[in-house]
């Protein structure tokens, strides 16, 4: 690599590389995150029938938990088997038969990029992608010539995207 003059040169390549760099991860979490949105909706999910056979004598929770879902409502009584709406548990044997609509194997891998923890695999990923996005935001200063009109109105634009988001998060 050339030697490098000055901060501006040294931000416009480095701001140029990281890009190309950071492109391809851009591309997985657009694609994830338009995916969350919809979270709540089958929108490119399929129906998956399960039969597994689970400890006997779970509790309504403990069964949740097992076959992973959220917000099971019981129906009343039927003798050893727990009916709900996305399937059955026979209380003794523990015989389950439950479907549940899932994302394909590759969308829901994209998925776990944006639900990842501190211990999570995809933490470090997660969190150089979040310091590389941040310098871009530092970088982009170093685009254009601060006493350009270009720079002027980058500024309008940037101001006016914070206050937007700030809004959004604090005003919902």
């Known amino acids: 690599m050339a030697q490098i003059k000055d901060t501006k040169t040294f931000m416009r390549i480095t701001h140029r590389y990281l890009g190309y760099f950071a492109a391809g991860i851009m591309a997985v ?13 089958n929108f490119l999910k399929k129906e998956n029938k399960y039969e597994v056979v689970l400890k006997p004598n779970l509790s309504d929770k403990e069964l949740a938990k097992e076959i992973k879902m959220r917000n099971l409502e019981f129906k009343p009584g039927a003798g050893d088997t727990k009916v709900f709406e996305q399937g059955t548990y ?9 479907k549940k609509m899932e994302l394909p194997f590759v969308l829901e ?8 923890t501190s211990t999570h695999r995809y933490a470090t ?3 150089i992608f979040g310091v590389v996005l941040f310098f871009f935001v530092i970088s982009s200063f170093w685009m254009f010539n601060y006493k350009s009109k ?15 988001a700030v809004i959004m998060v604090f005003f919902q």
């Open 29 to 41: 979490y657009a694609i994830s995150g338009v995916m969350l949105v919809y979270r709540d909706t």
């Open 90 to 98: 026979h209380v003794k044997t523990g015989e389950t038969k439950y």
């Open 109 to 116: 891998k994209f998925n776990q990029l944006h639900k990842s």
């Open 125 to 127: 990923l997660n969190t």
């Open 150 to 164: 270009a720079f002027r109105r980058g500024m309008i634009y940037a101001g006016v995207g914070f206050i937007l």
